[in-house]
């Protein structure tokens, strides 16, 4: 089985119009979306979920008025000024503690130190996980809650799924879109990869973000190479880009241009490959043609 995690550095590379094609490419693949705090795949793939899990990535406080005595101890102790003295009354005070459920960071202190029992320290859902199937085969996705954390853990859950979908249809390849970033979301999605396929641009910007995540799947011992999307922008700091990866043991992908069928493919919820045969779509097809051959002949840990 060979899971192939598709990452960037910075945001808005095109990392999930390339992944979209890839599925589109793949003659059998299961398609995981691990970028779950901006989840867009489904966008393109228009999944139709066969399953849905309820999320928890830890735990979250709440106040029982009727038992609090509004001693203010749980006030004193957050860090998080999650707490304030602004709560329903009861019979013994006017205003009792409550708990701002976006500001609360799950720590339990309040819990531990509340004396009356007055603090639940319960479950959070913090968002849902789906399986779905697309014309293209299986999508493990998910929809985290607005401010709410633990990504890594969820994209752990969901990676732990396409594996045992892998398994279970005797499927070879998966595909995984990462998130963009060196956080730990991006950490979860590239631990135990075969490969990742960094998506840069050629900016400034772009190059330093791809210095920072080739930095990343170096010290995670993972094989790494580089496309440059819109290439074309900017063909010195491609060039630029290349010969980094070149002088640090990274391999360089076939470049991709600038090319609004892209977008247009987008609104049509297609992908490129579905859309037009040639220009990018040519390009993407090479990209895809380079990450099979790797995967066929391992290249060496950058």
Known sequence: ???????????????????????????????????????????????????QTDFSGGNRAAVDPAACTACGVCKEYCQFDAITMDGPANDAVEKTARIDPTACEGCGVCNWFCIGGAVKFAPAINGKWFVSQTRFGPLVHAKLGIAEGNSGKLVHILRTE?????????VETILIDGSPGIGCPVIASITGANLVLIVTEPTQSGMHDFKRVAELAKHFKIPAM??????????????????????????????????RAITDA???????????????????REVWEKIQATIASPIKDN
């Open 1 to 51: 089985m060979n899971e192939i995690v598709v990452i960037s550095g910075k945001g808005g590379t095109g990392k999930t119009s390339l992944v979209a094609s890839f599925a589109a490419l793949s003659e059998d693949c299961i398609v995981a979306d691990c970028d779950v705090d901006a989840a867009d795949l489904h966008l393109i793939l228009d999944p139709v979920p066969t399953k």
């Open 226 to 259: 580089v496309c440059v999307n819109k290439w074309d922008l900017n063909a010195v700091i491609t060039d630029r880009i290349e010969l980094f990866a070149q002088n640090h043991g990274i391999e360089v992908a076939p470049r991709v241009r600038y090319d």
């Open 162 to 170: 396409a594996r045992a979908l892998a398994e279970a249809g005797r």
């Open 266 to 284: 987008q609104i049509a919820q297609q992908t490129v490959i579905e859309y037009q045969e040639a220009s990018c779509a040519g390009e993407i």
